[in-house]
Structures are given as structure tokens and as C-alpha cells.
């Protein structure tokens, strides 16, 4: 990680347990937002109007956090916009590191040179996704969650997708949903693969399949989408780690009650999604195995399963390019 700019040691899954032995993941540190007219968002300084060309997203194809932001640039047709920039899947080192071109906006071979050079002194994890301001050459904000709500509104008319992923009328239930989701769930699974105690891991187990069956009653109550005909940043946000689930959580995070595809509604949802315009480009299992098994304190040999099958596996798409600027 980066201690006042310098990177110190050699990567690490896990920096912090709280008392039980339990997984604790670093809050980010950069809170602006682009808005349309580059007023200031609910967090951090204003003096980021949308604009195209000017954004940067910085992304890793494995990460489901990531790929939040990267489903929400497809929906919202912003592909031209915002332009990106893939790390390789697997982690060194030194964290996340940039294929032979480098990462084509900054020259810079890992991800940790683009948060000191926006922060020379910063200190912490260098996690994915990054939204990069070319012209003020900072960071404006590395926490999925804000970004996936930036792409919704924040580019005002340069978004050619018209679809909402956060209407105003379910905002609150998609809160409530998002929190219940991220808890048990999206990091559940987390919680689950990088506990250090047996109770820690027993409770992060029985929370996942807990949440999985709940979802499966829910879906098949009511469809297609979390909430009915509208499909909203809660669909992303289950997605992502539903798409994982069996060729990563299942064995090596111990997930392993049931498969993803025991799950017939939630099977079904994932193909669901998959068929959504844009969704599919987002999916890249070979990036998604490789990421996974390169984490050595659970997977010492860095070998790469050569399974499961996937129902739906050929209607994903491989990396188009380990460095698209
Ligand atoms: N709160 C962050 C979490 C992002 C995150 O943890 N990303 C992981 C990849 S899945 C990462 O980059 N980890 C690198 C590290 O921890 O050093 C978000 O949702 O944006």
C-alpha cells in the first residue's frame, strides 16, 4: 500500500481485521463529483462539468466494484465520453499494473503512480475503479458507488442512454436494497474468502446464502428486474457478484453451500442481464478466474481452474484489448 507516497511492501489481500477476525475494507479518499454544470456534488470540491474527452476510468475487469462503473458507462452511452483504461488481471507486487503500452493517458505502469500523482503525499490502498481528470490531473473520485451515480446524472446531456438506474421514486428502496446487498452479499462473499477466524468466516457464510435465497423468492415474485420492469443501479449492483459466483466465490472464497446455478431465478436473472445491450462487453471470465486464483494467500500455486460451466460463459466477452485508452 502507499504510505505518504512511497509504496511499502509487498501487496497484500488483507491490511486490516477488526477484533473477530473479520474482513475490513478501506474507505475511499476521493469524493468529487462531475455534475453537468460543475457545481459541487454531495461530496467534495465542485470544478468537474461534464465534459466529453476530459474523464478517464481506470478499471480492472476482475474487480466487481469496477465493473459497477464500467456497466454504467455502457447503459448510460457513455463509451465515447469517458474513455478507459484496463489493468491486467493479475495483481503484483505492487498492486494493479498496466499491460506493455502502459495505461495510455499517463504513461505510468502501475495504479498506485496515478493516485501520488494525483496526491503525492497519499496514503492507502490503490483500488479500482479511478475516475481521472485529464485536465486538472487529479482523481475525482475512486469509489464505485459515487461513480456508478456520476454516470447516471452527472454528464446531463452528453449520456445517450436515456434508461434511469436511480429514479427518484425508488431511491430509498434502493438504498435500503444497495445496503442490505453490500453487506451481505457483494461483500459477504468478501467477508467469507478473507476471514482469519472460523466464526468470522461461519457468519459471513451463513449472511451470503441467506441473502441468495431471499433474492431468489423475491425474483420469482416479482420480475424481470430487483424492482419489476425497471432495471436500476440494484440490478448492477447483484449483478456483478452473481456473474462471479461460481468460477470465483464458490471454491475459492468458500462459498460453497450452493452453486450459482442451483439458483434457477437467480440463473435465470443472470442471463437476464447478460442479454441487456452492453452488459456482456462488461463480462470477462478469463480477467474474472485469472484475478481471483493470482491472490496467492489463498491460492499459493497461482493455479487457474480450468472450470465451471457456464451456461451462459460464451455469451461473455474477453477482454477486447489489456489497454484500451
Ligand atoms: N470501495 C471501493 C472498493 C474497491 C476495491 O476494493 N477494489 C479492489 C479490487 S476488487 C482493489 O482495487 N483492491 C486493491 C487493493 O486493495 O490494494 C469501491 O467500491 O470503489
Request: aromatic share 10%; hydrophobic share 40%.
Amino acid at each position: 500500500m502507499l504510505v505518504d507516497g512511497k509504496w511499502t511492501g509487498a501487496w497484500q489481500p488483507v491490511q486490516a481485521t477488526d477484533a473477530k477476525g473479520g474482513f475490513v475494507r478501506q474507505a475511499s479518499r476521493f469524493h468529487h463529483w462531475v455534475t453537468p454544470d460543475g457545481a459541487p456534488g454531495p461530496s467534495g470540491e465542485g470544478g468537474f462539468p461534464a465534459e466529453p474527452g476530459r474523464y478517464h476510468l481506470y478499471v480492472a475487469l476482475t474487480c466487481p466494484w469496477a465493473s459497477r462503473t464500467l456497466i454504467a458507462r455502457k447503459l448510460k452511452g457513455l463509451d465515447e465520453v469517458v474513455s478507459l483504461s484496463v489493468v491486467e488481471p493479475e495483481m503484483t507486487d505492487q498492486g494493479w499494473r498496466f499491460g506493455a503500452g502502459g495505461d495510455g493517458v499517463n504513461a505510468k505502469t502501475y495504479l498506485h503512480e496515478i493516485y501520488t500523482a494525483a496526491d503525492p503525499a497519499c496514503s492507502g490502498r490503490a483500488t479500482v475503479p479511478v475516475l481521472w481528470d485529464r485536465q486538472r490531473r487529479t482523481i475525482v473520485n475512486n469509489e464505485s458507488a459515487d461513480i456508478l451515480r456520476m454516470f447516471n446524472a452527472g454528464f446531463g446531456a452528453w449520456a445517450r442512454g436515456a434508461i434511469d438506474l436511480y429514479p427518484e421514486d425508488l431511491s430509498g428502496a434502493i438504498d435500503a436494497l444497495g445496503d442490505e446487498l453490500y453487506l451481505r452479499l457483494n461483500n459477504g462473499v468478501y467477508r467469507a474468502g478473507f476471514a482469519t477466524t472460523q466464526g468470522a468466516y461461519e457468519e459471513a457464510f451463513t449472511d451470503v446464502f441467506a441473502m441468495l435465497d431471499w433474492l431468489e423468492r423475491r425474483l420469482a415474485g416479482q420480475g424481470p428486474f430487483l424492482f419489476g420492469g425497471r432495471l436500476t443501479e440494484a440490478d448492477i449492483r447483484l449483478f456483478v457478484t452473481l456473474v462471479r459466483f461460481d468460477a470465483a466465490y464458490h471454491g475459492l472464497f468458500k462459498c460453497n453451500l450452493r452453486r450459482l446455478v442451483d439458483y434457477g431465478q437467480l440463473s435465470a436473472y443472470v442471463e437476464r442481464m447478460l442479454a441487456v445491450p452492453g452488459v456482456s462487453e462488461t463480462v470477462d471470465l478469463d480477467h474474472i478466474k485469472r484475478g481471483y486464483h493470482a491472490i496467492r494467500t489463498l491460492n499459493p500455486g497461482g493455479i487457474v481452474p480450468l472450470g465451471p460451466e457456464l451456461p451462459w460463459a460464451g455469451r461473455t466477452a474477453r477482454a477486447a484489448a489489456p489497454a484500451e485508452a
